[in-house]
């Protein structure tokens, strides 16, 4: 063999052992990308929180951020949220700022007063994911969402129910919207489902984030109609801080505050959005976003009840009617506004043997079942 074939046999070793090593890197690259490897800056995907209230309220806006913080964290995202955002033109600032200067794919608003900014976004970033929490739009690139929270309002209402003792309970309500009063009727239908006698009054106190509306609201329904129990829908902790000064039982909305009340706050109707957001910004990333209006029950996991015998100052007797109820959701046998469900003016909105429909629940529900007082 003369030394020119020697060579040419060299040459084609080496290349082998190129491609071979090419192709190592390759595989051993693509290893790293599917088992969760750093992604590089180019890759990593920006997250951005539209929030009406704070990252740290104890409340609605800080169980969004931490669901948010986790999931991003898991999948080597990075998370860019903005507090006290109004619900007007100036969001459209916001959103504009979030998309061309961090560069978030996905836009996630908190509250349903975004919904017309966030409706316009989509049309004008149709490359941008949008998600709308309490909103009820869908479309290509933006989806909404919520929970059925009626249903562990009127869990919660079974422990309120058995709790009071002047069968008088009170209830902070931001606004009468659809939600708002879904949640006062779902609460007093639980309420009276173990204590027939006990009424439910109500004060709106018009705001989600006010805290001296809402304590004001507190105060008034304390002082002025003798209540026991306390719950609340809104954002903020003023209800608690009332209730617990004068040594009334409270229920807590939208995260757990139980250590910081622990001798009158009785349970909570709480979120966790980690399994929603996980799924939804994975399908964003895999090109594999449908938009929809998901609205999801009991069996999505990403709502719960804050164990009412945990530190043992609720009253006995609750937890016979609590399970099952609990039960009776689960099995998807029986729902809430199951007829016959009486109005407070005596008229039977829902006749027995039917169910409200999920339309009537999110768009027309401008009464309130027999046994609401609103002051």
Known sequence: MNKLSMAKISILVSITLFSILAAAIIIILNFNNRTGGDASE???????????????????????????????????????????????????DVIDELVNSAGCKVVIADSYGYGEQIKAAAERYPDVYFLHAAGSESGHNIGSFFGRMYQFRYLSGIIAGNQTKTNKIGYVAAFPIDEVNRGINAFTL??????????VYVSFCGSWTDDEAAGESAETLIGEYGIDTLTLHCDS????RAADSRGVWSIGYNYDNSELFPDTYLTACVWD?????????QSCVT??????????????????????????????????????????????????????????????????????????????FDWYVEGVRVV
């Open 42 to 92: 180019e890759e990593r995907i920006c997250i951005g929180l539209i929030m009406n209230g704070k990252a740290d309220d104890r409340s609605w806006g800080q169980s969004h951020y931490e669901s948010l913080a986790r999931v991003a964290g898991e999948m080597g995202a990075e998370l860019v949220y903005r507090e006290e955002v109004p619900e007007d033109e100036h969001c459209d």
């Open 190 to 199: 639980g309420v009276r489902s173990v204590n027939p006698e006990a009424e």
């Open 237 to 240: 902790l003023a209800p608690h």
């Open 273 to 281: 959005w980690d399994s929603y957001y996980r799924e939804q910004i």
């Open 287 to 364: 090109g594999k976003f449908r938009g929809e209006h998901k609205w999801l029950g009991i069996e999505s996991g990403i709502m719960e009840l804050v164990d009412p015998g945990r530190n043992g100052i609720a009253s006995p007797g609750y937890s016979e009617p609590l399970e099952a109820a609990k039960a009776r959701f689960e099995s998807f046998g029986y729902d809430v506004f199951y007829g016959p469900v009486t109005d407070s003016e005596g008229i039977v909105r829902v006749p027995e043997g039917e169910s409200m429909s999920d339309a009537a629940m999110l768009g027309s």
